[in-house]
């Protein structure tokens, strides 16, 4: 999201349908770099659980391999 500069209602509403598709499979949805505005809007709208908001692409990507080494029982 880090190129996302704006999103409008309609964008808004895209990403929530997504997000609720993605649970409904039993994924878990996960969004990195949201700027200010951005995410201001979906603060506004709770439209996402802030476990799955990262600062940046590399902090997901090690929450991701720490849940993963856990799970597998790397650790």
């Given at each position: 999201m880090a190129g996302v500069t704006y999103i409008s209602s309609r964008g808004l509403a895209v990403v929530i349908t997504t997000?609720?598709?993605?649970?409904?499979?039993?994924?878990?949805?996960?969004?990195?770099?949201?700027?200010?505005?951005?995410?201001?809007?979906?603060e506004i709208a709770a439209a996402l659980p802030e476990e799955s908001v990262f600062a940046s692409?590399?902090?997901?990507?090690?929450?991701?391999?720490?849940?993963?080494?856990?799970v597998g029982g790397g650790e």
């Open positions: 997000i609720k598709k993605v649970r409904a499979g039993g994924g878990k949805f996960a969004m990195a770099e949201l700027q200010p505005p951005v995410r201001k809007v979906f692409q590399e902090e997901a990507d090690r929450y991701f391999d720490a849940i993963q080494r856990k």
